[in-house]
């Protein structure tokens, strides 16, 4: 298991942008998969976008494709989320998560997680 600690999360207007990022402890966080999660008041907890062990890999939500980009540097063992044209509905905290090898899109399958970092975009 890796110990995660996201940062970054703040206040925002619509069409602003945020870099989170998530700080894993651990010799082995190269060999796991990364995504990001969030989760609004009274919503499920869904999936925002992965990052496979080797960074090569990606898979986003349709509701963040062209405007979010996940990133990792497994030498800092650090992930990035940069958030750009942010809007209203991208309101939540989110979280960063870690899993062997693959992504998900079940928060299920992910054993760590980030503290959660709250963004707020106002309209």
């Known amino acids: 298991q890796v110990q995660l600690v996201d940062s970054g999360g703040g206040l925002v207007q619509a069409g602003g942008s945020l870099r989170l990022s998530c700080a894993a402890s651990?010799?082995?966080?190269?060999?796991?998969?990364m995504a990001w999660f969030r989760q609004a008041p009274g919503k499920e907890r869904e999936f925002v976008v992965g990052i496979n062990w080797h960074g090569a890999s990606t898979t986003y939500a349709d509701s963040v494709k062209g405007r979010f980009t996940i990133s990792r540097d497994n030498a800092k063992n650090l992930v990035y989320l940069q958030m750009n044209m942010l809007k209203p509905e991208d309101s939540a905290v989110y979280y960063c998560?870690?899993?062997?090898?693959?992504?998900?899109?079940?928060?299920?399958?992910?054993?760590?997680w980030g503290q959660g970092t709250q963004v707020t975009v106002s309209s």
């Open positions: 651990g010799r082995t966080f190269s060999s796991y998969a």
């Open positions: 998560a870690a899993r062997p090898a693959v992504v998900s899109r079940r928060p299920a399958d992910f054993g760590s």
